[in-house]
């Protein structure tokens, strides 16, 4: 293959990756909704329930109106609390049946189940085996701090990625690629990220060494291998072109490890015993060091 086939490729693989991780880390993250099904009279339903609410309002749950006659009711408690289940009925809506979660202070979490009653007795969701689903609310981040963030975010992800192909099989632009990927990591990741964080959450930075953190924390780690690859790169690539590659490949392989990791894992959580206390909510978030209790 002629040099410019060889880019095209390398850019392609690239692309390929990055959409992997990307669609890998959004599936399995915490924030993602709890997909299922059950089944009515012979029929199939699917289901989504949500895990990511905004505090302004209530949270809304929602499931297929099978037939008439049945209904359903919502179970829910604060997460990690020894709280009773609160009970709240369902209502029929255009062939759904609706109810709504409490909204929380920011970072506050509940946790939920849904009870079909059916002719033949009630059912589940999502079953005991997955756990309850728990969901955690949010403020608003302003669409002119998140899209920056998210798009910058991924499009250092592509070119980081490129970077490490290009230490592989050809390493000809692989200073230029390890720099772009540098400055877009540190516009999106460390500085607009912790933004994006203080509007929804309350805190600019949780991870090392204020929290745990582990958004923060992967980030910060990507971020410091990239900023050792381009020194290296910067210095020795004249000199010896094994070691800023050997640097570039370890550099692009984190982030493909941190993007495999699910996002907002082991995040902000609003510590409920101390609001109680008289904590105000902003001061009351604390991370979780453990993952979270029925996440399937």
Not at 208 to 230: E, Q, R, S
């Amino acid at each position: 293959m002629n040099s410019r086939t060889i880019e095209v490729v390398l850019w392609v693989a690239a692309v390929v990756l990055m959409l992997a991780a990307a669609g890998y880390q959004r599936r399995t993250g915490p924030t993602y909704p709890v997909h299922g099904s059950f089944e009515v009279a012979g029929q199939t339903y699917n289901y989504e329930l949500v895990r990511s609410a905004y505090t302004t309002d209530d949270a809304q749950v929602e499931i297929p109106d099978p037939v008439e006659g049945v209904t359903a009711v919502l179970h829910y408690k604060r997460f990690r609390q020894s709280d009773e289940f609160a009970s709240v009925p369902f209502r029929a809506d255009e062939g759904r049946l609706i109810a709504e979660l409490p909204a929380q202070p920011p970072a506050g979490k509940l946790e939920y189940f849904v009870i079909l009653q059916l002719p033949n007795g009630g059912t589940r969701i999502p079953d005991a085996a997955r756990g309850n689903v728990v969901m955690r609310f949010k403020d608003h981040v302003p669409l002119y701090f998140l899209l920056p963030h998210v798009l910058m975010m991924f499009f250092s992800m592509l070119i980081g990625l490129r970077a490490g192909l290009a230490a592989l099989f050809a390493p000809r632009p692989m200073r230029t690629l390890t720099w772009i990927t540098l400055i877009g990591m540190t516009i999106g990741g460390m500085v607009l990220g912790p933004i994006a964080q203080k509007y929804a959450f309350g805190a600019f930075w949780t991870g090392f060494p204020f929290g745990y953190d582990l958004t923060d924390n992967k980030v910060l780690i990507m971020w410091l291998l990239w900023v050792a690859a381009g020194v290296i790169v910067w210095y020795r690539i004249r000199e010896d072109v094994r070691l800023p590659r050997y640097a570039v490949l370890v550099a692009a392989l984190a982030t493909v490890v941190v993007y495999v990791i699910p996002h907002s894992v082991q995040g902000s959580e609003l510590d409920y015993e101390a609001l109680e206390r008289g904590v105000p909510a902003e001061e009351a978030i604390r991370t979780g060091r453990q993952p979270e209790d029925g996440q399937p």
